[in-house]
């Protein structure tokens, strides 16, 4: 089994940058799961954010990340890296780092696809 534990996250201005991370291990080889990020709000559905190719060459995001967001992994380290820039008080939420077992070369967009997760990091951005 792959265990997730997600870093990172804090409070910040509005505009300010944040970087996540994630760390896996355990077997298979975390190198065989595509990952991804979602972010859970109360009141509202969990929203997908980005996500990433075993490769690291496949990337998604979600529209509203509007070119302020990278995601990014190193395969030696077995981390998976989400790079937030101009944060805005919607990004506030709990970011929650998935993986799963069943790859695909663009990599999936829904929660119900990955059977991995960690137990999140509070990302506050005050206006």
């Known amino acids: 089994q792959v265990q997730l534990e997600e870093s990172g996250g804090g409070l910040v201005q509005a505009g300010d940058s944040l970087s996540l991370s994630c760390t896996t291990s355990g077997r298979p080889t975390s190198r065989a799961y595509n990952k991804a990020w979602f972010r859970h709000v109360p009141g509202n559905e969990r929203e997908f954010v980005a996500s990433?190719?075993?490769?690291?060459?496949?990337?998604a995001y979600a529209d509203f990340v509007e070119g302020r967001f990278v995601i990014s992994r190193d395969n030696v380290k077995n981390t998976v890296q989400l790079q937030m820039n101009n944060l805005r008080h919607e990004d506030t939420a709990i970011y929650y780092c998935a993986a799963t077992s069943k790859p695909t070369p663009q990599p999936q967009r829904e929660a119900n696809e990955y059977d991995f997760w960690g137990q999140g990091t509070q990302v506050t951005v005050s206006s």
């Open positions: 990433i190719s075993t490769s690291g060459i496949g990337i």
